[in-house]
């Protein structure tokens, strides 16, 4: 059974900062392009970043460029999103994906962490 679970949500002041991780179990990161997704209330799910086993390259919203980073260890099979400059629009719950770059028609999620920024 593959499963991938997101851990690091929870709640912090507009400016500051936040790691997510993402660990997956049945299935190898290092076979896969990984991405993190976001969904605020009321609104759809939208791409945050990727980043690729193949080649190491990554992707950004133009939202969260500069501010957040996207990156890998696959020894411990996780990928992580750190987020810095936190502001009240990137309240969401942040999911995780993953994408087998071999078979691109097989995929997985993670059932989310919320994050919320606040004062």
């Known amino acids: 059974e593959v499963r991938l679970v997101e851990s690091g949500g929870g709640l912090v002041e507009p400016g500051g900062s936040l790691r997510l991780s993402c660990t997956a179990s049945g299935f190898t990161f290092a076979d896969a392009a990984v991405g993190w997704f976001r969904q605020a209330p009321g609104k759809e799910r939208e791409g945050v970043s990727c980043?690729?086993?193949?080649?190491?390259?990554?992707y950004y919203t133009n939202s969260v460029k500069g501010r957040f980073t996207t990156s890998s260890d696959y020894a411990k099979n996780t990928v992580y999103l750190q987020m810095n400059s936190l502001k009240p629009d990137d309240t969401a719950v942040y999911y995780c994906?993953?994408?087998?770059?071999?078979?691109?028609?097989?995929?997985?999620w993670g059932k989310g962490t919320l994050v919320t920024v606040s004062s």
């Open positions: 980043i690729s086993s193949t080649d190491g390259s990554t």
């Open positions: 994906n993953a994408m087998d770059v071999v078979n691109p028609s097989v995929g997985y």
